[in-house]
T-cell receptor, first 114, second 114 residues
Framework: AQSVTQLGSHVSVSEGALVLLRCNYSSSVPPYLFWYVQYPNQGLQLLLKYTSAATLVKGINGFEAEFKKSETSFHLTKPSAHMSDAAEYFCAVTHSGGYQKVTFGTGTKLQVIP | DTAVSQTPKYLVTQMGNDKSIKCEQNLGHDTMYWYKQDSKKFLKIMFSYNNKELIINETVPNRFSPKSPDKAHLNLHINSLELGDSAVYFC?????????????FGPGTRLLVL
């Protein structure tokens, strides 16, 4: 079984401040981990993914995430928030060797304050 | 040149009716999915098809029936609609069925059952 937990359903940051969105995973086998972003009234879009190569993964729009096996975490960060980053962010997990049956977290809504 | 498209975008209907949602992808992908996103933004997979063959069939009422006439299309038919079916339904596709594949989402169909 696999699952992800996103801590904080709502996160507010000031424009220019560090963005940190937390994700912890649970998986009985080595996981693949994803961060997707959903802008209002749109579908999800991939930000980045970890598939057992480099543990520090860089994605689009200046986001990155680090896979930490010891902490079972895959937190998403961005050094400086922009107004356009306001959206819902979903962490997701699947595992190698299986079909693409992705388990999504419950999402974190990011608010960027001017 | 939309990658994954869904029709209709909005669907308002009465309880007991039968409705269909259509999905098309022009990415040349082999695998397509249907997800349901509830009012709390929780996203759960319903079905997945690979080259027109059903590979994932989650615990979904049998009032929901997917149909894949070809690998570029995956439609969702819902019989005897209930209030609890109100949600946003997302179609997605990926190149293959491997668990590391990126999924590409459509814009969603917002279904409201009255």
């Amino acid at each position: 079984a696999q699952s992800v937990t996103q801590l904080g359903s709502h996160v507010s940051v000031s424009e220019g401040a560090l963005v940190l969105l937390r994700c912890n995973y649970s998986s009985s086998v080595p996981p693949y981990l994803f961060w997707y972003v959903q802008y209002p009234n749109q579908g999800l879009q991939l930000l980045l993914k970890y598939t057992s190569a480099a543990t520090l993964v860089k994605g689009i729009n200046g986001f990155e995430a680090e896979f930490k096996k010891s902490e079972t975490s895959f937190h998403l960060t961005k050094p400086s928030a922009h107004m356009s980053d306001a959206a819902e962010y979903f962490c997701a997990v699947t595992h190698s060797g299986g079909y693409q049956k992705v388990t999504f977290g419950t999402g974190t809504k990011l608010q960027v304050i001017p | 040149d939309t990658a994954v498209s869904q029709t209709p975008k909005y669907l308002v209907t009465q309880m007991g009716n039968d409705k269909s949602i259509k999905c098309e992808q022009n990415l040349g992908h082999d695998t397509m999915y249907w997800y349901k996103q509830d009012s709390k933004k929780f996203l759960k997979i319903m079905f997945s098809y690979n080259n027109k063959e059903l590979i994932i069939n989650e615990t979904v009422p049998n009032r929901f029936s997917p149909k894949s006439p070809d690998k570029a299309h995956l439609n969702l038919h819902i019989n005897s609609l209930e209030l609890g079916d109100s949600a946003v339904y997302f179609c997605a596709s990926s190149q293959g069925q491997g668990s590391q594949e990126t999924q590409y989402f459509g814009p969603g169909t917002r279904l409201l059952v009255l």
